[in-house]
């Protein structure tokens, strides 16, 4: 173990040097990030936001996009002058406007259809300007072979069609009159008339005559022109000025969901604004302790103003780099800003364990709190850092962009946090050493109790005594000191041990009982604000219509079709399609079985075949879209369809690609299955498996990364362990809050990795340093050192995504919730599950190194080295408050501060454990005490003058020397 140990050691020491430098130049540390992450802040002038369902939620890479480029190439577009909606190459516009009666199935009225008549006709008569060119809908809409544009539902206008109602000679669900019409698409909540022959399956017959409606359902198809867009937005406009009397209506265009995406995610700034004074408010009542010297206010200002400037420095250099900015991307400075005030607040209580130790320099002092909290805040970083490095190869580019922006985002506040705020802590440490008030800087003579001895009133005693802290407790506010004092006493009680096992046991069972449960899927309608008139478009489509698809069946094989084998394998293919559940089996369109059922089919030779297919075109002209010609009338491509029943929710929209792909996979006719929406489908059937691939690997690169940083198998398992259990409890929840696993999901999803390893790894750190030599003591050393940051930093992290809660954004609310998961889970592994873990079977304790004294000498030449005598008695070991202090002495080469007085010190109150001396070490025998021959007081009694290197002009004025 003792290589374990030594790996340990080389670590420590090194950011023991690294708080030692910085304290020596906190300037540098200041300055040039400051300015650097200012000048990225460049980067928003390139800030690109992108929108689009495909483009956010579908896969980047997948069958159905490959299918689609297939189709592009192979079939001509010929939607714009020969639409069939059964043959698109991709999905198209369209406006659609759903009219519900006020009155009970009153649609098909006089009085609501005149009124509905009226705004048809406008709609389709209105003149809109756009580019300098007056347009109407005959200018942008899709076009039958015939040159009528195409409405959905339009033939309810028609002269005559009321009086048909009222004569009960239309029928429902399809009526002979509109061929190829499926009057469920049309109407809704209907009133039906049943002869008294009708057969008993309404799906197999025309006898149930329609009566009555509830709704009605226009949908205006469109081209792909900036022409149409002005359509759409002048035909939104119309309807939000027009005051139905009979109906209530719901509307949407191509346009709507973009729209109501950057509305839902608009608000952003102003949230953060809100989350931002909310975290400086937090940090402020967290380190409000100790007097008008030892606050530590103003320093956890600055520690969020400094995560402030890793954010802006965040955004402006992934923008550079041309990552898009994407709706998701708007919680990353909600997320970030919480990871960051969390690594503070380790910081912060560091540097209170070390106010018991009265012979540190500064710069030693720094030293020693990045010591005790390097690793800690380095490795939450680290982890969340490369969490989101993995999920940055997400096919989903939502995914990717948030993970880009949200690891650049971790990777500078823990820069910032490295550098400004240990700069910041050492102007602060400068500041009390040299008695300094809070906020006036000028010297403060008198503490606390002396102005009371004085009879000072209340209000003076409070704000102008004070005095240089000596304890944690003197410095600490009830915020950070509760949860130590209490959680000690709570969690290592032996009854209490066993009742935590047992609940996690049980915590564990609910959760895999809710992975069971979890379901997969991105409902549409949840990406706009419920309030949107989007939303509630889609609500009333899909409770009164639906989703019903043709699916094609494509080959692009030139066969011969004069062969009664390509006609049978033809109808074989669509015949077992039309057994699934999920297709209506009376419906299909095919131009090769519907040739075949006319005298036109031909097939004694390839030039009959042609000249029957040609005549057959001429009469059913929308054919033209499914067959492409080679040379000498042959047939290069071709598709037939097949038609679904209504797929609402997004499982059975996955089910029905997953079915129809296995069917032409299977069938000879060598063909596959497409539909435009296809693109938007394939992330129902991705998500699982590159969810659980993704979450894997970043579990198994953080178990690599924790092997580094807490580089002992038991404290590599139990991190891996807790990550693995939090993971589970996350997905397992998310079923009992009605989440489901999507592409948004996933995102928070592989975010709880990261933050799982925040938590666990300041418990494990705060273990491994104890000095302490039994399990329960250690394990109570780790609760005292780590459940105030841990408490503090989950609030600190929940405030940080809480303005999410009131946010109308689907996406929003669901990462708030997810966070909350992951931070509550994280905090009850860490605080309560892992300390008990360890008192049972952690690590024994180590056995003491001696420090390496010719490396000191060698580095740090002609320094004087505080060095303690009686290793393992003194301060070090614990302040009258309970705090245990680690003791230094991990055999490191600790660089010192030269102070230019060689008073011998060896005094009770000024020896500290482990020291490294600049003299040779003796042998120490076990129990003996150590003598050493040299020992050099550093810091003079605090009654004196404070000087190092600022501060030092006894007028008051704040002078800092360079």
Known sequence: MQCVWNCQRTILNWFYNYGYFLAKHPYCFLIFPIIICGGLAIGFVKLDPKEGLEYLYAPSRSRAIDDREVVRRTFVDMSDYNYNPFSLNELIPEAQIIFRSKDIQAILTDEVMEELTHFYKTVTTMNVTTMGKTITFDDVCKKQSSGKCVTYGDFVFEKGFLDKVKAENVTYPT?????????????AEVGLSLSDDMAEDMGDTLSAI??????????????????AMAWETAFADHIRETKFKGVEVAYSTSNSMSEELEKGTQGDIH???????????????????????????????????????????????????????????????????????DDMFLLMSSWSETLSITDLTIPERIGTVYRKAGIGITITSVTDFLAFAIGASSIFRSVRNFCIYTGVGVLLCYICNACVFGA??????????????????????????????????????HLCGGDIPTTADADQSLCEQGPRKVLVKVILWRPMRYIILVAFAGYLAVAIWGCTKLKQGLELKNLAPKSSYFHIFQDWDDEDFGIKLPVSFVTTKTKDYTKPETLQEM??????????????????????????DTDLYNTTSQDAFYSGLQKFL?????????????????????????????VTESTSQGNLMTHMRQIADASPADVFAY???????EQFVVILPDTLQTVGVTIAVIFLATCVFLPHPMMVILVTAQVFMIAVGIFGFMAHWDLTLSSITMIELIMSVGFSVDFCAHVCTAYMVSEEQTREDRAEDAIIHASGPILNGGVSSIIGVIMLLFTESYIFQSF????????????????????????????????????????????????????????????????????????????SDFPTEQTGKDEINDTKENRYDGLPSNVEAQTFEEGEKATLEESVKIQPDWKQEYDNEGFTDDSGLFIVKL
């Open 175 to 187: 009526w002979a009159e509109q061929t190829g019409t499926d009057m469920t698409l049309i109407f």
């Open 210 to 227: 329609l009566v009555s409606a509830g709704s009605l359902k226009l949908t205006f198809p469109l081209k792909g022109t900036d022409e």
């Open 271 to 341: 949230f953060f604004v809100l989350t931002f004074t909310l975290m400086i408010a937090f940090a402020s009542i967290v380190s409000s302790g100790g007097d008008c010297v030892s606050s530590r206010v103003l320093l956890s200002c600055t520690g969020v103003v400094g995560v402030l400037f890793g954010i802006i420095g965040a955004f402006g250099l992934v923008t550079l780099c041309g990552v898009n900015f994407v709706s998701i991307v708007g919680t990353m400075p909600f997320l970030t800003l919480g990871i960051g005030v």
């Open 424 to 461: 910041c802590l050492t102007f602060h440490a400068r500041r009390v050493y040299s008695k300094r008030h809070i906020f006036t800087c000028r010297k403060v003579n008198k503490s606390r109790q002396d102005l009371r001895d004085e009879g000072a009133n209340c209000c003076r005693i």
């Open 571 to 596: 109808k074989d293919l669509i015949q077992k399609a039309q057994e699934d559940p999920l297709i209506v089996p009376q419906i299909s369109i095919c131009w090769l079985t519907m040739l075949a």
């Open 618 to 646: 001429r009469l059913n002209a929308y054919f033209e879209n499914d067959i492409v010609f080679g040379p000498n009338n042959s047939i290069t491509a071709s598709r037939c369809h097949v038609y679904s029943y209504a």
């Open 675 to 681: 539909h435009p929406a296809f693109v938007l489908f």
């Open 816 to 891: 708030f919730k997810i966070m909350l998961l992951v931070i509550g889970f994280g905090v009850l592994h860490a605080v309560f599950l892992v300390p008990v873990i360890l008192s049972f079977i952690g690590p024994s304790a180590h056995v003491h190194l001696e420090p390496d004294v010719h490396s000191i000498k060698e580095k740090h030449k002609g320094s004087v080295v505080s060095t303690s005598s009686h290793i393992g008695n003194g301060a070090g070991k614990a302040d009258k408050n309970g705090i245990k202090l680690e003791r230094l002495g991990l055999g």
